[in-house]
């Protein structure tokens, strides 16, 4: 059974750093993509980052390129997320979710982990 | 970027009643899109891919279309579990990207 959990999420200061990790099972990260996407209070989907299945692409959305890095340890089946210079606007809930392999889909998702950036 | 809209934003229907949400994107592309179904404090679902393609175990009641600009998702009789927020994403140029959503309440 696929399964995905994330874990890592929490308070953190602005201008701190946070990593977050997805904990796979079912079925092997390495096979697909997989993705972060993070979704503010009371607001819509916002796609964050991708590792190809092959590790070989990484993909950020312009509002983290640069401070966010995303990253794999094939042998934990784990994939993580990297943030540093946290900003308020990155207050939300995490989710990593699996794509369909062929195209970035999402087909199977965590249940989420809240991080909130406040001083 | 490719900008995605939604209309409505709220739709207030009754168990029972077809139900028709729209999604536009700001450039053309084919079918690489995908609706997603979102309830209170759960991650979203997938519903339906390569614009009308229903993921596995998605009702028939669900169905999309359209191609191009304008993308539909279309719910043939409501069913009380439907009540919900529907996004629609496009995967066909990175970043990929959703549209603000459209809920879906009781009327």
């Known amino acids: 059974q696929v399964q995905l959990v994330e874990s890592g999420g929490g308070v953190v200061q602005p201008g701190r750093s946070l990593r977050l990790s997805c904990a796979a099972s079912?079925?092997?990260?390495?096979?697909?993509?997989i993705h972060w996407v993070r979704q503010a209070p009371g607001k819509g989907l916002e796609w964050v980052a991708v590792?190809?299945?092959?590790?070989?692409?990484?993909y950020y959305a312009d509002s983290v390129q640069g401070r966010f890095t995303i990253s794999r340890d094939n042998s934990k089946n784990t994939l993580y997320l990297e943030m540093s210079s946290l900003r308020p606007e990155d207050t939300a809930v995490y989710y990593c979710?699996?794509?369909?392999?062929?195209?970035?889909?999402?087909?199977?998702w965590g249940q989420g982990t809240l991080v909130i950036v406040s001083s | 970027e490719i900008v995605m809209t939604q209309s409505p934003t709220t739709l207030s229907v009754s168990p029972g009643e077809r139900v028709t949400l729209s999604c536009r994107a700001s450039?053309?592309?084919?079918?690489?899109l995908a609706w997603y179904q979102q309830k209170p404090g759960q991650a979203p679902r997938l519903l339906i891919y390569?614009?009308?393609t229903r993921a596995t175990g998605v009702p028939a009641r669900f169905s999309g279309s359209g191609s191009g600009t304008e993308f539909t998702l279309t719910i043939s009789s409501l069913q009380s579990e439907d009540f919900a927020v529907y996004y629609c994403?496009?995967?066909?140029?990175?970043?990929?990207?959703f549209g603000p959503g459209t809920k879906v309440d009781f009327k």
């Open positions: 979710a699996k794509d369909l392999g062929s195209y970035p889909i999402f087909d199977f």
């Open positions: 079912g079925f092997t990260l390495s096979r697909f993509g």
């Open positions: 590792m190809s299945y092959d590790g070989s692409s990484k």
């Open positions: 450039q053309f592309f084919s079918s690489n």
């Open positions: 390569g614009a009308s």
């Open positions: 994403q496009q995967y066909n140029n990175w970043p990929l990207t």
